[in-house]
C-alpha cells in the first residue's frame, strides 16, 4: 500500500460550450474560474478550471469544451456522479436557488448518513452537493452566496463499474479503506487527505458501458505532495503491473496517468506548482494563458476559439 495519496486533485470532463459552462461554474455554482487556457494536445479547445480562490487541488473541476461535440450516454466504466462538500445546514440555500435557476435533475436524499442534493450540470454531467460536518476548507465567497453556504471543494466522486473487485483492490493499494457498503454501493475513504476524501464505487453488472460525450467525466486525478512522491507512486505503480504514462508538464501541477481495470481513466498530479504560477492570484482565470511552446501561435489560437464574456 503506497501512502502519498491525499485525495482528489481535479476532476475533468466534456462539454459541448465553452460560455455556458464557464457560467454555471461561476455564476450558478459560484466557483471561481482560476485558469483559462488549452488543452495541451489540441490547442484549439480550451481548458477551463474552477475551484476556490486559489484553485486548491481537492476544489478544481475542470472541462474541455468541444465544440460540436454529441452528448455522452451514461454507463460503466466511468466516473458516475462528482461530489463538492458543503457546510452543515447549506443544502436549503443550494436546493432554492438551483430551484429559482431552472437546474433540472434535482433529487434529494440521504446515502451513507449524509444528505445530499443532486443536479445536472449543463451538458447533463452529474453533480452532487453534500453536507459534511468538520470540513475546514472554506469556499470562495462570492456574489450572493456567503462562505456559510459555499461550495468548499470536492467531497469525492462515484464510480459505475461492472465488476468491482479489481478497482477496489486498486483503491486499497492507493491509501483507500473501504468504509461502509449499501447495496450494490460501496464507499471508500482516504485518511489524512485533503478533504476531497471519498470515492464510491456503484457495480450494475448488467449494464452497457459508457459512451463518453459532453458531460461525461474524462478522467479523476488524485493529488501527491510533490515530485517526488509522484515518482514514487508512479514506481509502485509499475511495480504492481499498471502502465503508467511518464511524468507530463501541465504547467500547473506535474501528471501522470493509468487505465483502471474497470475502464475509468486516474492521473496522479502535484500539488505544486500551482495556478498562480504565470499569473497573480487577484486575477486568477482572467485572460487566455497558453504553454510556452503555444505562446508563438497565440494569435491563431485565439481566432479559433469561441470569446468567453464573464
Ligand atoms: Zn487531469
Redesign the pocket.
Known amino acids: 500500500m503506497i501512502t502519498q495519496i491525499k485525495g482528489l486533485h481535479?476532476v475533468?470532463s466534456m462539454a459541448a460550450h465553452a460560455q455556458q459552462n464557464s457560467d454555471f461554474f461561476t455564476k450558478n455554482l459560484g466557483l471561481r474560474r482560476v485558469k483559462k487556457t488549452v488543452n495541451f494536445d489540441d490547442p484549439q479547445v480550451y481548458h477551463l478550471y474552477y475551484g476556490d480562490e486559489f484553485g486548491t487541488p481537492g476544489s478544481v473541476m475542470?472541462y474541455f469544451p468541444f465544440p460540436h461535440i454529441a452528448p455522452g450516454r451514461p454507463g460503466t466504466g466511468e466516473v458516475g456522479d462528482t461530489y463538492f462538500a458543503v457546510p452543515r445546514g447549506a443544502l436549503k440555500f443550494w436546493k432554492d436557488r438551483l430551484v429559482a435557476q431552472e437546474v433540472s435533475g434535482l433529487d434529494e436524499s440521504e446515502v451513507f448518513g449524509e444528505k445530499r442534493l443532486r443536479f445536472d450540470g449543463p451538458d447533463r454531467d452529474s453533480f452532487s452537493l453534500i453536507e459534511v460536518d468538520n470540513d475546514s476548507r472554506s469556499g470562495w465567497q462570492s456574489g450572493d452566496i456567503a462562505t456559510s453556504e459555499a461550495i468548499q471543494g470536492f467531497r469525492g466522486a462515484s464510480l459505475r463499474l461492472q465488476d468491482s473487485a479489481a478497482t477496489s483492490e486498486l483503491l486499497r493499494f492507493m491509501g483507500y479503506q473501504q468504509v461502509d457498503s449499501q447495496g450494490n454501493h460501496s464507499r471508500f475513504a482516504i485518511s489524512g487527505g485533503n478533504g476531497a476524501d471519498i470515492i464510491d464505487i456503484e457495480t450494475l453488472q448488467q449494464a452497457d458501458r459508457a459512451r463518453p460525450g459532453a458531460g461525461s467525466v474524462h478522467?479523476i486525478?488524485f493529488a501527491v505532495e510533490d515530485r517526488a512522491a509522484q515518482l514514487e507512486v508512479r514506481k509502485a505503480l509499475l511495480d504492481t503491473g499498471y502502465q503508467v504514462t511518464p511524468v507530463i508538464d501541465r504547467d500547473y501541477f506535474w501528471?501522470i496517468y493509468f487505465r483502471t481495470p474497470g475502464g475509468v481513466l486516474f492521473?496522479v498530479?502535484t500539488n505544486e506548482p500551482g495556478f498562480d504560477r504565470d499569473e497573480d492570484i487577484k486575477h486568477l482565470g482572467e485572460s487566455l494563458k497558453l504553454p510556452s511552446r503555444y505562446e508563438p501561435h497565440r494569435a491563431q489560437i485565439q481566432q479559433q476559439l469561441e470569446p468567453i464574456t464573464d
Request: hydrophobic share 40%; net charge negative.
Open positions: 481535479h475533468t475542470t478522467h486525478a501528471a492521473e498530479a
